[in-house]
């Protein structure tokens, strides 16, 4: 069994400041991990994910999360945010061989920037 | 290269209309799946593909059918549309048969009334 869960529905943080997206996870296999974006009226697009090399993964523009086992943590950092990350991002978990069918998203966190 | 490409974008149904959403990969990739984003629910999987003719439920598959006659296309069927499917749809495809990276359609939003 697994799950994930995103512990902020909604964030706020103020142009040029650092962003933390949390996600935490429970997974009875070993994990795969992804953040994905999704800007309004758009699909959702990969940001990063982990599988089993590094545990700290650099995504696109900026973004990287960390992940820790001892922990059971998978958050999203930036160190200064964009008016163009205001977005819904969403985390999502997977056993590493396994398939469609046991993905698992999370409830997403709506980010919002202010000038 | 176009990606993952969904139609229509918007769409109105009557209780008990059926109809067809449509969804195309250009990238060759033996997976796709169906899913649902409903407000505070994330995305619930509905059905998905591992390659033609094959296909199987995910979580919500209740009042929708799928097939997969070519590995290009995937639609998904509404059989008699209800208000509780009124959402946001959308298709994606993958690559790998482990879940690796998923690329999105822009998603169809379907409004039943």
């Known amino acids: 069994a697994q799950s994930v869960t995103q512990l902020d529905s909604h964030v706020s943080v103020s142009e040029g400041t650092p962003v933390l997206l949390r996600c935490n996870y429970s997974?009875?296999?070993?994990?795969?991990l992804f953040w994905y974006v999704q800007h309004p009226n758009k699909g959702l697009q990969l940001l990063l994910k982990?599988?089993?090399?590094?545990?700290l993964v650099k995504g696109i523009n900026g973004f990287e999360a960390e992940f820790k086992k001892s922990e059971t943590s998978f958050h999203l950092t930036k160190p200064s945010a964009h008016m163009s990350d205001a977005a819904e991002y969403f985390c999502?978990?997977?056993?590493?061989?396994?398939?469609?069918?046991?993905?698992?998203f999370g409830t997403g966190t709506k980010l919002q920037v202010i000038p | 290269n176009a990606g993952v490409t969904q139609t229509p974008k918007f769409q109105v149904l009557k209780t008990g209309q059926s109809m067809t959403l449509q969804c195309a990969q250009d990238?060759?990739?033996?997976?796709m799946s169906w899913y649902r984003q409903d407000p505070g629910m994330g995305l619930r999987l509905i059905h998905y593909?591992?390659?033609?003719?094959?296909?199987d439920q995910g979580e919500v598959p209740n009042g929708y059918n799928v097939s997969r006659s070519t590995t290009e296309d995937f639609p998904l069927r509404l059989l008699s549309a209800a208000p509780s499917q009124t959402s946001v749809y959308f298709c994606?495809?993958?690559?790998?048969?482990?879940?690796?990276?998923?690329?999105f359609g822009q998603g169809t939003r379907l409004t039943v009334v």
């Open positions: 593909s591992v390659g033609a003719g094959i296909t």
């Open positions: 997974s009875s296999y070993s994990p795969s």
């Open positions: 982990y599988t089993s090399a590094a545990t």
């Open positions: 994606a495809s993958s690559y790998s048969v482990g879940y690796t990276e998923a690329f």
């Open positions: 990238m060759n990739h033996e997976y």
């Open positions: 999502v978990v997977s056993p590493r061989d396994g398939g469609y069918q046991k993905v698992t």
